[in-house]
């Protein structure tokens, strides 16, 4: 179904989009420099595979005061100086090509970091439709949100509830983003019929599109109380797979 790998790829296709572009965090190929001249600017940062899934080989590195906070998966350090933290780094990426993506500090629920994952189809009339919104809430010791790495699905509304005044106007905003993000998309990779958005949202409510999976993963969906979201999910699927 037209998936694509390269998530460098995919951003610098949301960037030719002057409006969504305002929702991609900044991102760039990792170097030694890059990664200190953004550290510099925005003290937190992602450093990312440019190919891979399920947020594996994904790295947090903060600059906090003189000392640097790096954590991979559950191990967390902190060095005294960026040299010393770029060299660590090195050997953790072994040659594989890396981003690096500005951090955004997501809102949390109960003291956990949570993000949406937005699901955008295309629907049996050949237009994109977002058919669903689920909240993933991040395993209390990790920095990432994927349920296949101890993150847990929840209702958006349970989690954005405290956050929100007008949680419908947010769920509009959420559905807009999503499908306007396909639309861009598909203008570069035709076959595409499906996108899964991760989509992070900070303190001032504004929402980020922290990466884009064009093969997403559905189970999520499936623990919602409404079953008729991940019936549609899958009917749509059903039909895009026959053609």
């Excluded at 967390?76 to 951090?103: C, M, P, V």
């Excluded at 920095?143 to 419908?168: A, D, F, H, Q, R």
Aim: with cysteine; hydrophobic share 30%; glycine share 8%.
């Amino acid at each position: 179904m037209g998936s694509v790998a390269s998530k460098w790829n995919k951003t610098l296709v949301l960037l030719r989009n002057k409006e969504l572009s305002q929702n991609v965090p900044s991102t760039k190929w990792y170097s030694k420099s890059t990664l200190k001249a953004m550290l510099e600017r925005y003290k937190m940062v992602y450093v990312k595979p440019n190919t891979g899934t399920g947020g594996s080989g994904v790295m947090r590195v903060e600059k906090s005061g003189g000392h640097y906070k790096y954590q991979l998966k559950t191990t967390a350090r902190t060095f005294k100086s960026f040299d010393s933290l770029a060299s660590f780094i090195d050997k953790k990426k072994k040659n594989r090509s890396y981003i690096i993506q500005r951090g955004v500090n997501l809102l949390q629920y109960n003291g956990r970091s949570f993000d949406l994952r937005v699901m955008v189809q295309k629907n049996p009339k050949g237009k994109w439709e977002t058919t669903g919104v689920i909240g993933r809430l991040g395993h209390p010791k990790k920095i990432i949100t994927n349920v296949c790495k101890g993150g847990s699905s929840k209702p958006v509304e349970l989690l954005l509830g405290k956050n929100v005044n007008n949680l419908s106007q947010c769920k509009q905003r959420l559905r807009s983003l999503g499908t306007r993000t396909a639309r861009q998309l598909n203008s570069a990779y035709k076959n595409l019929k499906e996108i899964g958005l991760d989509v992070g949202v900070d303190r001032y409510l504004k929402e980020w599109v922290i990466e884009v999976n064009t093969r997403p993963a559905i189970y999520g969906f499936k623990s919602l109380k409404d079953k008729s979201i991940y019936q549609k999910i899958l009917r749509y699927q059903k039909i895009y797979q026959r053609r």
